[in-house]
């Protein structure tokens, strides 16, 4: 079973990183670029480009490496840390996204938008683009999002549970058949052993976390990490008391939510409400 690999060690440049991987394992393959570029289907210059760190590659290419090394999400984590670099990403989601790719478990709340890792291809296009991204890079990033699904689906996931305010699912997608689509994804991650989803209805009243999003990342040394939005903000904090707090917020909402059982009932009923025609 593949080992889920921390993705910050040896070379802290997610660039140079990104092509000493590729280096080791094409070489622990006993593959010449020539031979790599044949058994991927793409051209060995685009890899010979990628190993001396002249280029990224697309997403695409990215998962496909993945996929043949076993690595699940690894080189997409650093594809997007790379990318990160180029378009100035904030540097505390860098170390974020780096981190979550190592994380034995993921315990997430969510105020208004349903997270990366549960989203459908329309629904991060349609949140990405309220971002303001456009064009060949909006392309780009839901591509790079959707490979990051795989996080949850591969051969040794983490443990998963996202609580979900009310207002994350009164919240559509402006195209009813894609809307269905989310609610009907979100309903089969709900299914899956490694996976738990809550609602927190508005009934639940006010609680510690009303104004934010969460994830806690608990690593394979033990630790625990937090990530909190407010907003356009993003903060990852990881000294022991603020995350504890935080934890005990958490243990509170859950309190509050509805049943994995319940909260499957709850997400049918908005299903069922949705229009089957997109015209009506």
């Known amino acids: 079973m593949p080992q889920r690999r921390l993705v910050t060690s040896r070379s802290q440049e997610p660039r140079q990183r990104f092509a000493e991987e590729l280096r080791k394992l094409r070489a622990q393959h006993g593959l010449s670029l020539r031979q790599f570029g044949d058994r991927m289907g793409w051209d060995y210059s685009l890899f ?10 697309g997403p695409e290419v990215v998962q496909a490496m993945d996929q043949f090394f076993g690595t699940p999400g690894m080189f997409l984590a650093l594809w997007e840390l790379a990318m990160a670099d180029r ?12 981190l ?12 208004s938008v349903l997270p990366g890792l549960l989203q459908t291809p329309a629904y991060a296009r ?3 683009g309220a971002g303001g991204l456009k064009g060949e890079e909006l392309d780009q990033q839901v591509k790079a999002r959707m490979g990051r699904r795989e996080l949850l689906a591969g051969e040794d996931p983490p443990q998963f549970r996202t609580i979900l ?23 089969e991650v709900g299914e899956r052993d490694e996976a738990t989803v809550q609602v927190a209805p508005f ?12 994830m ?16 356009y903000r993003g903060e990852l904090i990881e000294d022991a008391a603020p995350v504890e707090r935080l934890q005990r917020a958490y243990d509170s909402v859950r309190d509050l939510a509805l049943s994995p059982a319940e909260s499957r009932k709850f997400i049918l009923r908005i299903l069922e409400e949705v229009p089957c025609d997109p015209s009506t």
């Open 48 to 57: 010979g480009k990628m190993e001396k760190g002249e280029t990224l590659g």
């Open 87 to 98: 378009t100035q990403f904030r540097e505390r989601y860098r170390q974020y996204m780096a």
């Open 100 to 111: 979550e790719s190592d994380a034995v478990s993921l315990w997430h709340f969510a105020v």
């Open 126 to 128: 349609e949140v990405l």
């Open 165 to 187: 305010s009310e207002a994350v699912l009164r919240t559509p997608l402006r195209d009813p058949l894609e809307w269905r689509q989310q609610l009907e994804y979100l309903l």
């Open 203 to 214: 009934g639940a009243g006010l609680h510690g976390l009303i104004n934010s999003d969460v």
């Open 216 to 231: 806690f990342l608990r690593l394979p040394e033990g630790r625990t990490v937090a990530y909190v939005e407010n907003g």
